[in-house]
């Protein structure tokens, strides 16, 4: 283990709340039946495990060349306890675990639900490092009932791994407020190329197949993996400071696609311009040829459909918005995590609130529209999906179906309020002393609201308790005219 892992001090960021009632049920002896755990996340009450902290996973995929066929698969994990356990859990739900070793030696192991019940021969002392190694297959084609992990392009592979789906690739601790260092290590036949989070490290060429390796520089959440296996061209360029940008993108597809990914450096500079210096090693959009629904912020490498750009059924100005949308998570989702996915307004919130000020400033879309406009569908959002900060759960079998619009137009709309309630200068004060402050964290809505309030001089509690958690729209500051008035707003998916 390197020993910058070990001098590295652990990061207190779990919420309290979460580990209150699963700490005591994660320190049941060995001789009790495997369970599934997790930490009690609302939305995801299965997701991610008390008892330790990941410092680092070390991934290796081993592709054959056919997206259809599990890959082999060692995943290792250095992490810290933070309690004594005669056992641990992963979540692991999609693949064939063929061993299990801790600290070098064998460990029993079971499945629980969607979890991977390890017991090493001896226990885990609290404060103690500890590698856990899995050697497992990775499967590409999904179970019933399945959302996300893998995605089936038509060259290769990619991944959608939120909110719920990153332990259908790998073992690990699959949930945000667990950020982590990524290193990825995959071998495919030479006439693929891969790319993964972060900056390449090495690639070697042994007999007619390529080992590419990858390493953030960052920690990040499970959710936020990418790698890309694919017939795939990569395009350089760079952005602000010298920031290298890396786009992937389908080989035969370069020449017609660069036009769009040239917008990539202004639209970095821009968001510079609003909220300060981008937070990561690199950046680059990753157009897949794959019918998602969505595009992704994927860290470092955006997820996009080859089609929004190759065959637009919208208008520029708006494709251009919505790649500045996935740009801004990179703040604002990324460096910035939900500590618990109730805040992922904080996300979605923010993202469209660029997006649409994007439009305003260069495609010369008032936001004001946009914001009268959800303002009177709002009520209308609550009722469906829940106010911003406290979404329903999910559909049974649909993860994903926490994106509704209340956390998107929602959000946003709540971000104006606060807007028109505290002005311009104190806003976008908050938002570049909000993602310097938490950067390669997580936070809270409740770390918002105290912010929020610092700035501005009072206590908004109450203010946000309207917006964020009420069952009806409260009035806009400055609007008293504006009323809830339903219409529909067709848009494109994206996350």
């Known amino acids: 283990m390197p020993l910058t892992l070990r001098t590295r001090p652990f990061r207190h960021r779990r919420a309290a709340a979460l580990l209150a009632s699963a700490v005591s049920v994660a320190l049941l002896g060995a001789s009790a039946p495997p369970a599934q755990l997790g930490l009690g996340d609302r939305l995801f009450p299965y997701l991610g495990n008390p008892g330790y902290d990941v410092a680092s ?3 290796s995929f081993t592709y ?3 997206n259809s066929k599990p890959l082999q698969a060692v995943t290792t994990i250095d992490a810290v306890t933070t309690a004594d356990l005669d056992r641990l859990n992963l979540d692991f739900a999609h693949g064939k675990v063929e061993s299990v070793a801790v600290d070098g030696r ?5 499945s629980a639900g969607e979890d991977l019940v390890v017991t090493p021969d001896r226990p885990l002392r609290r404060g103690s490092w500890t590698r856990i190694t899995v050697r497992h297959t990775s499967d590409p084609v999904p179970a019933k009932d399945q959302d996300g992990g893998w995605v089936r392009t038509t060259d290769g592979l990619a991944m959608a791994n939120q909110a719920d789906a990153a332990h259908l690739v790998f073992p690990c601790n699959d949930h945000p407020s667990d950020k982590a260092l990524f290193t990825f290590h995959v071998t495919a036949p030479d006439a693929y190329t891969v790319v993964a989070n972060g900056l390449p490290t090495d690639s070697v060429r042994t007999g007619g197949r390529t080992t590419w390796t990858y390493r953030t520089q960052h920690p990040m959440a499970t959710e936020l ?3 890309s296996i694919g017939r795939s061209a990569v395009l350089h360029r760079k952005g602000p400071h010298g920031l290298p940008v890396r786009d992937v993108v389908p080989s035969a597809d370069a020449k017609k696609l660069e036009p769009w990914l040239a917008k990539t450096p202004d639209q970095i500079a821009w968001l510079e311009g609003k909220v300060g210096p981008y937070p990561f090693e690199t950046y680059g959009v990753l157009m897949a040829q794959a019918a998602t629904g969505f595009e992704l912020e994927t860290q470092t490498l955006s997820l996009f459909e080859k089609n929004l750009f190759a065959e637009p059924a919208y208008p520029k100005w708006y494709i251009e918005s919505i790649m500045v949308h996935e740009l801004s998570h990179q703040w604002f989702g990324d460096s910035v995590s939900p500590r618990v996915w109730s ?12 997006e649409e000020l994007y439009a305003e400033e260069k495609g010369h879309h008032p936001m ?4 009268k406009a959800a303002y009177g569908q709002s009520d209308a959002w609550r009722a469906a999906g829940g106010p911003p900060a406290r979404p329903k759960a999910p559909a049974p079998g649909q993860k994903i179906s926490i994106f509704r619009p209340n956390i998107y137009d929602g959000a946003a709309l ?4 606060l807007r028109q309630e505290i002005g311009r200068p104190a806003f976008e004060r908050l938002e570049r002393i909000w993602v ?10 409740a770390d918002f609201v105290r912010l929020a309030s610092a700035i501005a001089g009072r206590d908004l509690t109450g203010f946000f308790d309207a917006w964020l958690y009420g069952e009806k729209t409260p009035p806009m500051p400055g609007h008293p005219d504006w009323k809830q008035v339903p219409a529909k707003q067709p848009r494109k998916a994206h996350k």
């Open 57 to 59: 996973y070390d991934l």
């Open 436 to 445: 310097q402050r938490h950067k390669d964290g997580d936070a809270t809505t």
């Open 414 to 417: 709540a971000l104006y309020a």
């Open 343 to 354: 805040d992922v307004w904080l996300n979605e919130g923010h993202a469209t609130w660029y």
């Open 225 to 227: 993996a990418q790698v």
């Open 368 to 371: 004001i529209d946009r914001m």
């Open 64 to 66: 054959s060349g056919s």
């Open 106 to 110: 064998p460990a029993d192991y079971a």
